[in-house]
């Protein structure tokens, strides 16, 4: 599996070169940073997404309110128009 066209065998030379250079101290404390990062840019993206996928329900509930204008209907007369059809 290549991520951004790096191997395996690439990422474990550069997590050792990493570990040797660092230490173990500093490489858990940027473990632990860079998991908090990876955990904040997933809630961000899953806000964005929730923001957008409630936008266009917002949107799409407008079109079917503003459809009623554009007959030249209005929400009253859209109303009494379903009552006479269920009457029938």
């Known amino acids: 599996m290549d991520v951004m ?3 395996p065998v690439e990422i474990l030379v550069v997590l050792l070169v990493a570990f040797l250079v660092l230490g173990p101290q500093r490489m ?3 473990a632990a940073s860079f998991g ?3 955990q904040e840019v997933k809630k961000t993206t899953r806000d964005i997404f929730d923001m957008a996928t409630l936008e266009d329900d917002q949107n799409k509930g407008n079109t079917v309110e503003t459809q ?3 007959d030249g209907k209005s929400d009253s ?3 009494s128009d379903k009552d006479q059809s269920i009457e029938r």
């Open 36 to 38: 908090k990062f990876a």
């Open 28 to 30: 858990i404390k940027l």
């Open 68 to 70: 009623g204008h554009l």
């Open 5 to 7: 066209s790096i191997g």
């Open 77 to 79: 007369t859209q109303e």
